[in-house]
């Protein structure tokens, strides 16, 4: 069996705050879920001052893994996610290190 491997995703926001609003519930249960099942480790959105976005660290076996549960969220599906990024990443400092690595 392959290791888990950590991965960072950096999601671009459209400019539709609105359908952003309406749809974040259903994108904050489908996030959740892939949580409880221990493959979303942290998300969150960046803050007021930054572009509208979010950052989120999963743990997979491949980035094919990643990808296939950006293409399932539902704010990829409302259009709402103009641009995301997918990053092997290797934390290797820092008092969350233990549980994420």
Known sequence: MRPMTIYAVTYRYSDDVSTRDRVRPEHREYLGGLADQGH?????PFGPDEPAGALLIFRAADK??????????????????????IAEWDPVLGPLRSGIA
């Open 40 to 44: 979303l480790l942290l998300s969150g």
């Open 64 to 85: 094919a893994e990643v990808g296939a549960w950006i293409g399932k969220d539902p704010f990829t599906a409302a259009g709402l996610i103009v641009s995301s990024e």
